[in-house]
């Protein structure tokens, strides 16, 4: 049996490097050599807590599902796809069959499979079989580290689709985070208004502007209420994008938003005890949107790159080596104040 490297997961801060078989593509399937590995927030979640909301680290797990790679091997019955062929990777494989599915939501399917979440491992490993329509061909000019950020990118786009955000409004969004500036970047293709970022570290919101932000809010100097209200006449932003996922942030976007706007969530929070802002839900009539994954996003994503109509390299601020994996999770575990999306290449 052949075998291969992979970072084994344990929760608690612990990683340990094993070998484990390497996998064989079935039918329907790519073998995909990974060379670029995306570090997420819900890695975080399972490296240190060990859990996100009902997933629980229960059995070590091959963590990662932000990754780009090359094909290395073909399963029965795939057609059109060759060894060597540069590729992204969706990394989840929903049902293909039920109601949500078959309606283009797959990303509510039931049956879910997701990279690194409990019970399917991920990829920060050496090789992954993968359904054949799940992995995009990547443009000759993507690095594969630009490819590895193509997942997080697709979720700022998500967010655009279920906030329903039109041209020219107004935006704020909370948070310095990748996922926040994959959310502005997002805003300034789509042509919003004004795209004010709250944060607190000077570093991430010079970032923030160059990712597109028109205006930056510290607040740690700042009144962000005051401020926010000052450059929307008064009202607030029609949309306010929660990309921190803290029980402050969450209740802030209620002060920030306008009268019958839309909140749109993308913060990841590990627990379900967050109460809700009732009274000023319904006396302002706020709108709030979740963003779960992603659906039929990916070739438009990459495609908004090849042709440059979005640029998510700023973004890039670490990379590590393979056999630096413990190292990379904790420097962004402990270190985070100077890191923003950290890239393991094989």
């Known amino acids: 049996m052949e075998t291969m490297r992979a970072w084994m997961a344990y929760g608690q801060e612990k990683m340990e490097l094993k070998e484990v078989p390497t996998p064989v593509p079935g039918p329907g399937e790519v073998l995909v050599k990974i060379r670029a590995v995306g570090i997420c927030g819900s890695d975080m979640h399972f490296y240190k807590e060990g859990r996100i909301g009902q997933f629980v680290v229960e059995e070590p797990i091959i963590l990662g599902h932000e990754c780009a790679g090359e094909i290395a091997g073909i399963g029965a019955g795939v ?76 979720v700022g786009m998500q967010a655009m689709r279920n906030s329903r955000i039109r041209f020219t409004d107004d935006a704020v969004v909370i948070g310095t985070g990748p996922i926040a500036m994959m959310t502005i970047q997002s805003l300034k293709v789509i042509g919003a208004n004004k795209i004010i970022c709250v944060g607190r570290n000077p570093w991430k919101l010079e970032l923030a502007g160059r990712m597109g932000a028109t205006h930056l809010i510290d607040s740690k100097e700042e009144d962000v209420k005051k401020r926010v209200k000052e450059l929307t006449g008064g009202y607030g932003a029609m949309h306010v994008f929660e990309a921190v996922g803290s029980d402050e942030t969450f209740w802030q976007t209620t002060e920030l938003v306008r009268d019958g706007g839309t909140v749109t969530l993308l913060g990841l929070m590990a627990h379900d005890h967050t109460p809700m802002p009732m009274a000023s839900v319904v006396m302002h009539g706020i709108s709030f949107v979740p963003v779960i994954r992603y659906s039929n996003l990916f070739a438009e994503a990459i495609g908004s790159l090849e042709y440059k109509r979005a640029d998510i390299m700023p973004v890039l601020s670490h990379t590590f080596g393979f056999e630096q994996g413990q190292e990379a999770f904790q420097k962004v575990a402990h270190d985070n104040r100077e890191v923003m999306k950290t890239i393991i290449l094989m």
């Open 79 to 154: 057609e059109g796809r060759r060894i060597g062929e540069r590729v992204v990777v969706e990394p989840g494989i929903p049902c293909f069959h039920c109601h949500d599915c078959k309606t283009g939501r797959y990303h509510f399917c039931n049956d879910m499979k997701f990279m690194g979440t409990p019970p399917t491992d991920g990829c920060l490993c050496e090789y992954v079989a993968w359904p054949a329509e799940l992995v995009h061909r990547m443009p000759d000019g993507m690095s594969y580290e630009e490819g590895a950020m193509v997942e997080p990118f697709v």
